[in-house]
């Protein structure tokens, strides 16, 4: 199985940019197209954004785009999310997955999650 680990998170004022990353372990990290989502306390975990296998198509929840941009590495293993331009309702934590779109939007492929990174951004 692949193995998620985020990383990058952290306290920010509003205004300023965080740039996380998603190390993915296995050698099948290219088949899958991967995303990003978040979870603010009290809330339901939502899409944030999303990138094809090859790196040449995304795909961004209408909060974020414009500020945020996704990428991928796939020598490296790794997914990014650079976010610009940070709200302070962007807190939350960060979870990377494998996604696939399907009736309901965008949804994990794996039937499991990483410990996610904390993104804090502050007035």
């Known amino acids: 199985q692949v193995q998620l680990v985020e990383s990058g998170g952290g306290l920010v004022q509003a205004g300023g940019s965080l740039r996380l990353s998603c190390a993915a372990s296995g050698h099948t990290f290219s088949r899958y197209a991967m995303g990003w989502f978040r979870q603010a306390p009290g809330k339901e975990r939502e899409f944030v954004a999303a990138v094809n296998w090859s790196g040449g198509s995304t795909d961004y929840a209408d909060s974020v785009k414009g500020r945020f941009t996704i990428s991928r590495d796939n020598a490296k293993n790794t997914v990014y999310l650079q976010m610009n331009s940070l709200k302070p309702e962007d807190t939350a934590v960060y979870y990377c997955?494998?996604?696939?779109?399907?009736?309901?939007?965008?949804?994990?492929?794996?039937?499991?999650w990483g410990q996610g990174t904390q993104v804090t951004v502050s007035s």
């Open positions: 997955n494998a996604v696939n779109f399907g009736p309901n939007g965008y949804m994990n492929e794996l039937g499991y």
